[in-house]
């Protein structure tokens, strides 16, 4: 099994609409994970990061994540054309500070 | 904020060259800083993480002699492509990680560096 699974999309949603990305993990991954956007041919920028069981919001961004169910995802409302992206989740960040990226959902919204 | 800079931005060259790309941490102190390699539609891969005064490690399948990097300072890592061929072409992206406490960021990307062999 991969470490960190993004198995969902591509994804296309209507503007203003809730985008749900989807993301889930091994147990050899760390229990800290991140939510990046990657726009094409440009590095990726992190958005959110989330280390406990729960919800974390922050602004129109909510994460999510169940150690028990190794899942964790990130949901985007009033989604705008700039969302637009290619969204990575990432767990890791321990002691050896290494990040584990799963493969990545190319979200569209359509105005 | 914390700002990592990569060079060059672009790169095209022939097959058979060796090219180097720099990383540089422009204002904080990087010990350790990760290369990874990203091919088009595909999700970052993890190269090797370069420690400062000690040698890189790599992951598993990347060849060290042929990705060579170092890591002589506290603000630069380089990698060095060694006689590159079509199909080293990719986008390679360096990353840095802050200090502890000084960052709610695991790692500060560059801006990546697009490797195109003729």
């Known amino acids: 099994q991969k470490e960190v699974e993004q198995n969902s999309g591509p994804l296309s949603v209507p503007e203003g609409a809730i985008a749900s990305l989807n993301c889930t993990y091994s147990?050899?991954?760390?229990?800290?994970f991140f939510w990046y956007r990657q726009y094409s041919g440009k590095s990726p920028e992190l958005i959110m990061s989330?280390?406990?069981?729960g919800d974390k919001e922050d602004g129109r961004f909510t994460a999510q994540l169940n150690k028990a169910s190794q899942y964790v995802s990130l949901l985007i409302r009033d989604s705008q054309p700039s969302d637009s992206a290619t969204y990575l989740c990432?767990?890791?960040?321990?002691?050896?500070?290494?990040?584990?990226f799963g493969k990545g959902t190319l979200l569209t919204v359509n105005p | 904020g914390a700002v990592v800079s990569q060079h060059p931005s672009w790169v095209i060259c022939k097959s058979g060259t060796s090219v180097k790309i720099e990383c540089r941490s422009l204002d904080f102190q990087a010990t350790t800083m990760f290369w990874y390699r990203q091919f088009p539609k595909q999700s970052l891969m993890l190269m090797a993480t370069s420690n400062e005064g000690s040698k890189a490690t790599y992951e598993q399948g990347v060849e060290k002699d042929k990705f060579l990097i170092n890591h002589a300072s506290l603000t630069l890592s380089t990698l060095t492509v060694t006689s590159a061929h079509p199909e080293d072409s990719s986008f390679y992206i360096c990353s840095a990680r802050p200090p502890e406490g000084t960052s709610r960021q695991p790692q500060h990307f560059g801006d990546g560096t697009r490797l195109s062999i003729l």
């Open positions: 147990d050899r991954v760390s229990q800290s």
């Open positions: 990432a767990g890791g960040g321990g002691s050896n500070y290494k990040l584990t």
């Open positions: 989330i280390y406990s069981n």
